[in-house]
């Protein structure tokens, strides 16, 4: 039997899970397209386009991945580009140009240091941006594949993750941003054609200070209740800048306890959220530096297990309780669930409905059904 505290522990960790759940709109409210919730939550990782589009899944009821696709390639509303702790980043593209002033100056360094690293001098380097920049306003947007054969054509070193980090360092240098879906696969553009004009990797002064107090702003509107620390982790920049951030809305959050801070406009939190799958580097495993509130301690290596990796996971009331895969094949998915402990038959049959609606997602055939491929040992006694 538990004792009081504990008992207040897990009622208090239940509550700001709630909170977070609806910041996060994992209670899916009605009406939200595809741009809507890109808006919302600000920033959704996009090393993995597929992972996006699935985070935009379990926040949107009426949404289809191709409505990422048509945002990314035809009306150009959303863009990806390598913001938040200089990783790829899907956003709108209103919020592109002062998120990329806030974020990309501080990460040339460590860009220059993994060129090092991929045997391209500075020199190779700077070739690279100019072969970069030609390519694409001589031929308009280009993918990975055709800008390596560019840069190769001009003595260019591309081998290892030297290619990635080329590129990486033309879009710190608001040369190039990630926008249309070409067979599949995202091809870059000119950042100053594509964005309507070329964004400043250099905000200082007080464009700096307004940039910060709407990083905060909007950070919150997707992540509260939170700590400065916890927007310094999500951002990538200086726990000094995130806390002037936050200070400078200071009149539009309350204090919830514990260091956390949320918009005082805040709608009260959803019931309990239905179980849901959730694709890998999802949000709801990214917002915050302890994702305790999430995942269990003792399962937190089977959801991260290092090397930047984030797993799908599955949830239920926003608690994960397993990860999980799919397959494609033949114009039909399929799921393979890894609970921690065995699920009850409804939660599995739950987790099967939303299986489907990854498939309606996706449009693709699938079934009300997921296969648990790997169940725990049942625990001895105690």
């Not at 538990?2 to 009605?30: F, H, K, M, V």
């Not at 464009?207 to 950070?219: H, P």
């Not at 801070?261 to 580097?281: C, H, S």
Request: hydrophobic share 50%; with cysteine; net charge positive.
């Amino acid at each position: 039997m538990g004792t009081p505290a504990r008992a207040d522990a897990g009622a208090e960790a239940a509550r700001l899970r709630a909170r977070r759940a609806g910041a996060q709109l994992l209670d899916r409210p009605a009406g939200l397209g595809a741009e809507d919730v890109v808006r919302h939550v600000l920033a959704v990782q996009a090393q993995d386009l597929r992972a996006a589009r699935l985070a935009v899944r379990a926040r949107a009821t009426a949404a289809r991945a191709r409505d990422v696709d048509r945002a990314l390639t035809e009306s150009r509303s959303l863009v990806v580009g390598w913001l938040a702790r200089g990783t790829l980043h899907l956003v709108a593209r209103e919020d592109y140009a002062w998120l990329f002033g806030l974020t990309a100056r501080g990460r040339l360094a460590g860009n220059a240091r993994r060129l090092r690293q991929e045997g391209v001098s500075s020199a190779a380097a700077e070739r690279a941006v100019a072969v970069v920049e030609r390519a694409l306003a001589a031929a308009g947007p280009l993918t990975r594949r055709e800008l390596g054969e560019r840069l190769e054509s001009a003595g260019v070193p591309t081998q290892g993750q030297a290619l990635v980090h080329l590129l990486a360092l033309a879009a710190f240098r608001a040369v190039c941003v990630l926008g249309p879906v070409r067979d599949g696969a995202q091809a870059f553009a000119l950042a100053r054609e594509w964005l309507g004009a070329q964004p400043r990797s250099d905000l200082t002064g007080d464009a700096r200070d307004r940039a910060l107090a709407e990083l905060a702003r909007r950070y919150l509107i997707g992540h509260g209740p939170a700590t400065a620390a916890d927007l310094a982790g999500w951002s990538g920049l200086a726990l000094g800048e995130a806390r002037a951030g936050v200070e400078a809305i200071a009149r539009e959050l309350v204090e919830v306890g514990d260091g956390l801070v949320d918009l005082a406009r805040r709608p009260a939190a959803p019931e309990p959220v239905a179980p849901r799958l959730l694709g890998a580097f999802d949000p709801w495993l990214l917002g915050w530096k302890d994702r305790g509130f999430a995942v269990a301690a003792e399962f937190a290596r089977r959801v991260h297990p290092g090397g930047g990796m984030l797993r799908a996971v599955a949830t239920d009331d926003a608690v994960a309780v397993g990860t999980w895969t799919a397959r494609r094949a033949g114009g039909r998915l399929s799921v393979a669930l890894e609970p921690f402990e065995p699920l009850a038959p409804e939660l599995q049959a739950a987790l099967g409905e939303d299986a489907a609606d990854v498939a309606r997602f996706e449009g693709l055939a699938g079934g009300r059904g997921v296969r648990q491929s790997s169940l725990p040992r049942p625990r001895p006694p105690p």
